[in-house]
């Protein structure tokens, strides 16, 4: 079958926005294309048109300013990956694109769309979650923020509407933050379950603050908010398998598909959730399991 659809470039935020508006429903964003690509031969963009805001330079980059940092929306997730900044003051972010598919799909693939696609899987969703990040929106009419945390809506489905775009992220810095991933096989799989943590201690060692977020065990990537509840006020070291498994059960809801069953990712996310703990403390793994 022919492929039909209309390509266009923006070279500029104020470009792509009046494209939008003017195209409607009938608009895709287009930038890294890691996830369009499959849409294409699908015949899944037939009459629509593709609007290329890869080189708007000012959607790009990482900066640090009184201890916010901001990443543009078509920043390279390898260019996370290399981020100095994220590895010291943000390190689950860090980790996360250090786990992202292969180096040709990380020097394509954007933060914004990995959000934008919003796949229970994303890999960057639940660092950010875990970092309280905000997600910085533009339209015609103007700019707006939310809350990471209120941004997924479904499988693949958000609060961006028609006429939308990403235009980066903003998060306080946290170095004590970790994330673990689990995957059939490498970074090239879709995870089966994840987990980010950023957490903080009082001078007992017990965990004064915590944000957990998971990927890939619910339709959307979820804060876990009765397992930060649970943790707190207690040292990690003597935090039991159990004690977070049955926490999690309020939190999460997988199901079965071909990577895993529900019943086998409810077994893995609370060693996921402890790696992520301990990789976000000490910078490696203190437990077993798996």
């Known amino acids: 079958m022919m492929r039909s659809f209309d ?13 939008l508006s003017a195209h409607g429903q009938n608009a895709l964003v287009a930038a890294g294309s890691t996830n369009i690509m499959e849409n294409i031969r699908a015949n899944a963009v037939n009459g629509l048109t593709l609007i290329n805001i890869r080189d708007i330079r000012e959607l790009r980059g990482i900066s640090i300013e009184e201890d916010v940092i901001t990443i543009g929306a078509l920043t390279e997730i390898a260019k996370i990956s290399e981020s100095r900044i994220l590895k010291e003051k943000a390190p689950a972010l860090w980790m996360a694109a250090d786990a992202f598919a292969d180096p040709i799909i ?4 954007t933060i914004g769309g990995n959000i934008a696609f919003s796949s229970p899987a994303a890999d960057t969703a639940p660092p950010l979650l875990a970092l309280g990040a905000c997600v910085d929106i533009a339209n015609k009419d103007g700019r707006r923020s939310v809350q990471i945390s209120d941004f997924f809506r479904g499988v693949n489905q ?14 306080m810095v946290q170095r004590q933050s970790g994330f673990y991933k689990l995957g059939l096989r490498n970074a090239m799989a879709i995870s089966v379950a994840s987990a980010a943590v950023s957490l903080e201690l009082d001078d007992e060692g017990k965990i004064k603050a915590v944000r957990i977020a998971m990927g890939s065990v619910a339709p959307v990537p979820v804060r876990c908010r009765c397992t930060e509840k649970a943790l707190t006020g207690c040292k990690l070291d003597g935090i039991s398998y159990a004690k977070i498994a049955q926490a999690l059960q309020n939190d999460i809801n997988p199901i079965d598909d071909i990577r895993a069953s529900a019943s086998y990712r409810r077994s893995v996310s609370p060693v996921c959730v402890k790696r992520a703990a301990e990789l976000a403390l000490y910078g490696e793994f203190k437990c077993g399991g798996l």
Do not use: K, M
């Not at 390509?7 to 494209?19: H, P, S």
């Not at 958000?158 to 998060?171: A, C, M, S, V």
């Open 7 to 19: 390509f266009v470039n923006a070279r500029t935020l104020g470009e792509a926005l009046a494209l």
């Open 158 to 171: 958000n609060i961006l509407e028609p006429g939308d775009i990403i235009t980066g992220f903003r998060f």
């Open 106 to 109: 990380r020097n394509s693939a």
